[in-house]
């Protein structure tokens, strides 16, 4: 049931049209997602732990994000953009609280 309730959680908040989102953002979104689904199962069937497995899969995803937008603003262009970090945790955060539930 709280599978179902989160996926409609997020299906309404995608079909708002007061949200703005740009084609770079939903990179960053599943890339999280898969860094942290994929942490998610190897820490789990290491540990057994579910809290464990989650917030090591959501600091690994917050983890690549933020080094990716310090890699930009230092090395490549010099801008750390905010809105492609958010994408990569908000899609750890999803993919680590599904597999959670």
């Given at each position: 049931m709280k599978f179902l309730l989160t996926l409609f959680a997020l299906a309404c908040i995608n079909m708002s049209s007061a949200q703005l989102t740009?084609?770079?953002?939903?990179?960053h979104f599943a890339t999280g997602a898969v860094i942290s689904g994929v942490t998610y199962s190897?820490?789990?069937s290491k540990t057994k732990n579910k809290k464990k497995a989650f917030w090591y899969s959501?600091?690994?995803?917050?983890?690549?994000g933020l080094s990716k937008e310090i890699y930009d603003e230092y090395?490549?262009?010099g801008y750390f953009d905010t809105s492609e970090l958010t994408a990569t945790i908000a899609g750890g955060l999803v993919a680590s609280y599904s597999f959670n539930i």
């Open positions: 740009i084609g770079d953002d939903g990179l190897l820490v789990y959501l600091g690994l995803s917050t983890l690549a090395i490549i262009d």
